[in-house]
């Protein structure tokens, strides 16, 4: 394709994960008032001797506020239209095998994803009430509404992207970069970076917040290790003739 054709199809993409985002962002705003009446109710769950509530300092913080929902549960719900435009314009740079690592890639991406957020969803109150736990007894805890909503928002994308991380390394062993065994050799790193990730993450007094986390995360890094253990098994089945094709022709000779 000429650089003209490949800013046209650039633009084609563009086009259409701009529209799916502003779908997903209308769907967000209408979803809005319940989204904020979720993350209200993460504060009616705290210790009642404090008084935590939603300070909205300005006129149009409100609508802000809405405006970030809507952003956020839109780019969530297009994901999966964004990330297949991302792939169809990497596909003509892709042979037939790595389309389908891409595809296999976006379409398992998607569930994990929104399972990550549904996991950082779940720790929430737990985290809220220890935060709001240090403040004294019997006092008010009078919260900007942007800057609590931001902290859910981007405490549950993280979550989410973390429990897409496995999958990038199946794909590195797809494509020949990472072997079954590095994978497997780095199981202590690994598991001290999730362990180190949900205790920031969960800064709760009690560990069961910490364990719901970091099991799947430490499940998924065991699913990919044995992921990539059999696709190393099934390459070495693939390659094994082939080396011994030159060694039988000089052995014949």
């Not at 779908?23 to 109710?41: E, H, K, W």
């Not at 792939?87 to 296999?104: C, D, H, Q, T």
């Not at 590095?182 to 999730?194: E, G, H, K, P, T």
Request: include cysteine; charged fraction near 10%; glycine fraction near 6%.
């Amino acid at each position: 394709m000429s650089l003209g054709a490949h800013l046209a199809e650039l633009r084609k993409r563009l086009t259409i994960a701009a529209l799916a985002l502003i779908a997903g962002m209308v769907a967000g705003f209408v979803l809005s008032d319940t989204i904020l009446a979720s993350v209200q109710a993460l504060l009616a769950a705290t210790d009642q001797r404090r008084l935590a509530t939603l300070n909205f300092g300005e006129i149009t913080s409100a609508f802000d506020l809405r405006l970030q929902i809507a952003f956020t549960v839109g780019v969530i719900l297009s994901s999966p239209v964004w990330l297949y435009q991302l792939w169809a314009f990497i596909v003509p740079a892709l042979n037939r095998r790595e389309k389908m690592y891409a595809l296999g890639f976006v379409g398992a991406a998607v569930p994990l994803f929104l399972a990550g957020c549904v996991a950082g969803w779940l720790v929430l109150p737990h985290m809220i009430a220890l935060l709001i736990g240090f403040a004294p007894a019997d006092s008010s805890s009078i919260l900007n509404a942007r800057s609590y909503v931001d902290f859910i928002l981007r405490l549950t994308l993280i979550v989410g992207v973390a429990f897409v991380l496995p999958l990038l390394l199946v794909l590195l062993n797809m494509v020949g970069v990472m072997s079954a065994g590095a994978i497997i050799r780095s199981w202590r790193y690994v598991i001290l970076a999730i362990t180190c990730f949900t205790a920031l993450a969960t800064p709760a007094a009690d560990v069961l917040s910490m364990l719901l986390l970091a099991a799947p995360m430490v499940l998924l890094y065991l699913v990919a290790a044995g992921v990539a253990g059999l696709n190393d098994k099934r390459r070495a089945r693939v390659l094994s003739p082939t080396v011994m094709l030159p060694e039988l022709i000089q052995g014949g000779a």
